[in-house]
């Protein structure tokens, strides 16, 4: 079955730390994997997808087959990334979708 | 950006009448919208997926005949709930996707069932 774990429900770092979000997945084909990002008082949004391999305001996201794994990593982390943070898979052409349990992301000055 | 409006943000009402969601797409047509549940200090869990036209597909365990949804364009759809109880009271999130793109979200509907 398909699932997927975020081990932190609460991620506390210092400004200006590195910072890396936990998440593995469990599925049998070829996955699509996405961060989603809801800022306070904001709806949830796109940070990034594995497919782009793209980097968004300082974010990346590698996917590892090997281990199941697309970990969000930010070197640097900035008070403004305070947010929850949601990892996500889809199958079957984006038609079915499931979340992880979400990490929120507390960067202290 | 695409753009995902949500109607109402938030309903209060008695037990046993019906709530209808609204959920449109402003800037996109949306090939695929979903709707989602979410409790307190939980991750969002998916009640059905639409496609214009066609009936939804709901997840194991949502009931199609309390939870309808409509997807009547490629512009909207709307999630009614069927004779509400207390129980139903959750946030409800839509969003929408046109093919294989990315999900794009709105503010969800704060449900309250007195």
């Known amino acids: 079955a398909q699932r997927v774990t975020q081990p932190e429900k609460l991620l506390s770092v210092f400004k200006g730390a590195p910072v890396e979000l936990k998440c593995n997945y469990s599925?049998?084909?070829?996955?699509?994997l996405f961060w989603y990002v809801q800022y306070s008082r904001q709806r949830l949004q796109l940070l990034l997808r594995h497919i782009s391999r793209e980097s968004i305001k300082g974010f990346t996201a590698d996917l590892n087959k090997g281990e199941t794994s697309f970990h969000l990593k930010k070197p640097f982390a900035q008070e403004e990334d305070s947010a929850m943070y949601y990892c996500?898979?889809?199958?079957?052409?984006?038609?079915?979708?499931?979340f992880g349990a979400g990490t929120r992301l507390f960067v202290k000055a | 950006g695409a753009v995902v409006s949500q109607h109402p943000s938030r309903v209060i009402c008695k037990s046993g009448t019906s709530v209808k969601i609204e959920c449109r797409s402003l800037?996109?047509?949306?090939?695929?919208m979903f709707w989602y549940r979410q409790f307190p200090k939980q991750s969002l869990m998916l009640m059905a997926t639409?496609?214009?036209?066609?009936?939804?597909?709901?997840e194991q365990g949502v009931e199609k005949d309390k939870f309808l949804i409509n997807h009547a364009s490629l512009t909207l759809s709307t999630l009614t709930v069927t004779s509400a109880h207390p129980e139903d009271s959750s946030f409800y999130i839509c969003?929408?996707?046109?093919?294989?793109?990315?999900?794009?979200f709105g503010d969800g509907t704060r449900l309250s069932i007195l």
């Open positions: 599925y049998s084909g070829s996955p699509e």
């Open positions: 969003s929408a996707s046109a093919g294989d793109q990315p999900q794009h």
């Open positions: 639409s496609n214009e036209g066609s009936k939804a597909t709901y």
């Open positions: 800037d996109f047509q949306a090939t695929t």
């Open positions: 996500a898979l889809s199958w079957s052409g984006g038609f079915k979708t499931i």
